[in-house]
């Protein structure tokens, strides 16, 4: 059985008290002050402040993720995962500061392993993360959707200007990394989910990418088969990669691959494509929650890249709480219906 979760910073907000009231007792943590929060994040998670963690601790060191740890239980809720690391863009491109970069993320893997939060989703993209060109676009009711056009992106010009990067060189650098970090992983009994491209292109704004595929994903398992080796499946995108998600499911998590899920939804293609509410978009969610099932999924799974709906701001987009409560809901009711009942469940263990 999966467990529900919510992405948040360990900065608490009143909400936090609905997600709790809609049966979210899992977080999925963002650290204060490390890449994700820098690059695309702060407005998100409403930070404009520093991390402000005791003794000055880096935001992957044991103290800070303890502090982290401890917010969430403070407010019900158990950190099951990180989802952002210490910057890594040199280890990606197997820059100067890769080995001290690679330290970095070997010490919040080991600081992980002690606080026993057993998932680490990564991503491998340089210098951006996931990529929308609108965040205004207006879909059922009047809510408000991201969006990307891949001509729209292009226009702002090459994410590292002047750089040539490929392809294999990405792929070596990769290599390079797990072959340091999984022993490491290992050891510590966390699993490394690595995310896709997103979206899952090529190339973006002239930066190759090499996680957009199916056939990437099989080419990181042949990598290495570690149980440490995992894959964040995060289903927007691979809705982009396949039009089969339920297949793709069931074929990656055959052999328990799959540690980390966003479960989401969309409409278009890689190029240009606009988010939809959960319930609204080109996937059939059912199915994919069966093949979860069948495949044993017992990992993190939270709702991602929300509708912006009727009273709130649009200062997060993606990340607003009315349609992350309503995500909830109707990932709570996918799973009463495929899972069955928890009473149910509870009685068939016995």
């Not at 992405?7 to 008290?17: D, K, M, T, V």
Request: aromatic share 8%.
């Amino acid at each position: 059985m999966f467990q529900l979760s919510e992405f948040l910073p360990a900065r608490p907000e009143p909400w936090w008290a609905l997600l709790r009231q809609a049966g979210v007792e899992h977080a999925v943590g963002m650290m204060r002050g490390a890449e994700q929060e820098h690059r695309i994040f702060a407005a998100v998670a409403g930070a404009t402040e520093p991390p402000h963690y005791a003794d000055g601790a880096e935001p992957w060191s044991e103290t800070a993720l303890a502090e982290d740890k401890a917010t969430f239980a403070e407010h019900g809720m158990q950190l099951i995962a990180i989802e952002d690391t210490a910057p890594m863009d040199d280890v990606r491109l197997g820059g100067p500061a890769r080995d001290q970069q690679i330290e970095h993320v070997i010490q919040q893997i080991r600081a992980m392993g002690v606080l026993e939060i057993p998932v680490l989703c990564y991503n491998w993209m340089v210098g951006s993360s996931w990529s929308r060109t609108r965040s205004d676009i207006p879909t059922r009711g009047g809510a408000l959707v991201t969006g990307f056009s891949l001509a729209d992106a292009n226009a702002r010009g090459p994410i590292l200007p002047g750089r040539d990067v490929t392809a294999p060189q990405l792929w070596s650098a990769l290599e390079y990394f797990l072959a340091a970090v999984l022993p490491e992983a290992e050891s510590a009994g966390v699993r490394l989910a690595l995310h896709p491209d997103d979206p899952p292109l090529p190339i973006v704004r002239e930066m190759p990418r090499i996680m957009s595929s199916l056939d990437g994903y099989r080419r990181l398992r042949s990598i290495d088969a570690s149980a440490s080796n995992a894959i964040t499946f995060c289903q927007g995108n691979f809705a982009l990669m396949t039009d089969d998600v339920p297949a793709a499911i069931r074929e990656l998590g055959a052999d328990d691959a799959i540690a980390f899920v966003h479960f989401r939804d969309l409409r278009g293609s890689a190029s240009d494509f606009v988010e939809t509410f959960h319930d609204d978009g080109k996937t059939d969610m059912a199915e994919c929650m069966r093949a979860y099932r069948d495949v044993g999924f017992t990992g993190p799974l939270r709702p991602d890249h929300v509708p912006t709906m009727a009273g709130e701001a649009n200062d997060r987009p993606g990340y607003q709480a009315l349609g992350r409560l309503f995500a909830a809901g109707y990932i709570r009711g996918l799973q009463h219906a495929v899972f069955g009942h928890p009473e149910a469940r509870s009685a068939a263990i016995v």
